[in-house]
């Protein structure tokens, strides 16, 4: 009788077992998968059975989070997206630490990780039967890397109108969650977080950094050109910034890997290979002009190809590309765009090189600054000068930055100062900034007042 198969017969919903028959006889077996995807929830929720468990996951703390809980007093689901590794897993966290300090019941809160095999392969009915089963009462949920679960926006929506949670938090590794997916289902139901590799203030402060006061950085300014330094080499990905050279290597080009296999390969079904050699070929330009055409012709694929290929790569945050200011939006998308990375450690890793070309990192630091702190902006450029980038505030440009790392040579210094002073005369602007490594100076140039500024300092928002 034991060699006999067994045979699921029936089901008993209420109690959530399966009739099952071997041979002639009949007899009651639990739902073993509900008991697999109940022990999978519970894995991902240890607060459930020792508060003191969080402070094991927290993490650093990011600055993102005072702008996240400014929005906790409105029902709207918070989507935090990000390239993967950034730390959007720990925001989470954070999150929850915030809100039983706000003394919501720890149990009340759910985190449900769609990486989990369990969790991504469970029904969505399954999903909310084993958690109301665990705890009908909760009322906060996290649903982790949601992208990965098919379909799921209608149900997000569902569980939005009917007001299933008090707040529902999702996360994900692809822009698109904050354009095409969540932005057709949930228009109006909804606010968005970017994530980005630590600032360079949070990469400081996981060094063990305490004290911004200005006099004291600028005491210890030594010690800040040694970070600033390692930062542009390394980036700020939150597990390799107290690793090595060679652990920062490898830990990168997997997490690369990674993003090119499951976010672009899998995700739209593309080609790996593809994907590869066209974002090879565009961070080893990082901080460069480009064309749709030209990037054809360094990689021999179509126009199509590569255009289709950018976008794949610009959702899963490895690239932004930049516009030229115009006040023709013609100009603006016909006009070649400027290519830069997400992070400079993570360019380094897996880019070509043949020279340190610092200067190129730290503007790639500047515009990836300019982006966490939400800012619209450009580059500019006519027939003989370019500005690195423009700063737009509501109608018109407020702000023009230029990046020059070495000011050492007059020469460089000259060239600087007369492309910003056109900038700033276009744009009727008396003030402008240039970004250097270590040297803090004030100018006067045709009525213009021209502002040097080290990186350091600039990016501590001093």
Known sequence: MTDCPRLVVGYRRQKDEFIVRRGRQLYIAPNTFTSMLEDSIRKWNPWWADINELDHLKGEFRVIIENIQETLSIPHIKDIIGIRRSGKTTVLYQIIQLLIKNDINPKNIVFLNFDDPDIQLAAFDDLIKTIDKINPDISHIFLDEIQQKKNWEPWLRTLYDTKKYEQTFISGSSASLLTQDVGRVLSGRHVTFV????????????????????????????????????????????????????????????????????????????????????????????????????????????????????????????????????????????????????????????????????????????????????????????????????????????????????????????????????????????????????????????????????????????
């Open 195 to 462: 994530i980005f590799p630590f600032s360079f203030k949070e990469y400081l402060k996981f060094m063990g950094w305490k004290d911004f006061s200005i006099d004291y950085l600028e005491y210890n300014k030594n010690k800040l050109l040694h970070y600033i330094k390692s930062y542009l080499e390394g980036g700020g990905f939150p597990e390799i910034v107290d690793k090595n050279e060679y652990q920062r290597k490898i830990i990168l080009t997997n997490v690369y890997n990674d993003i090119l296999a499951r976010d672009i390969a899998a995700r739209y079904n593309a080609s790996f290979e593809i994907a590869r050699k066209i974002c090879y070929h565009l961070l080893s330009n990082n901080s460069k002009e480009f064309s749709f055409r030209s990037v054809a012709n360094a990689t021999n694929f179509s126009v199509e190809t590569v255009e289709k290929y950018i976008e794949y790569l610009k959702e899963s945050f490895i690239l932004f590309t930049l516009n030229v200011f115009s006040y023709r939006t013609k100009v603006q998308f016909k006009q070649n765009k400027k290519i830069y990375s997400i992070d400079t450690g993570l360019r380094n890793a897996v880019s070509f090189k043949i020279s340190e070309d610092i200067g190129r990192l730290a503007e790639n630091i500047v515009f990836t600054e300019l982006k966490r702190r939400n800012r619209e902006f450009y580059y500019w450029k006519n027939d003989k000068v370019e500005v690195d980038f423009v700063v737009k505030e509501g109608l018109k440009p407020t702000s023009c930055i230029q990046v020059c790392w070495d000011v050492k040579d007059e020469n460089t210094k000259k060239r600087e100062i007369e492309s910003l002073v056109i900038g700033l005369e276009t744009f009727k602007l008396d003030q402008g900034i240039i970004i250097t490594e270590d040297f803090a100076h004030e100018e006067v140039v045709k009525k213009r007042q021209i502002l040097f500024v080290p990186l350091w300092k600039w990016l501590l928002s001093f």
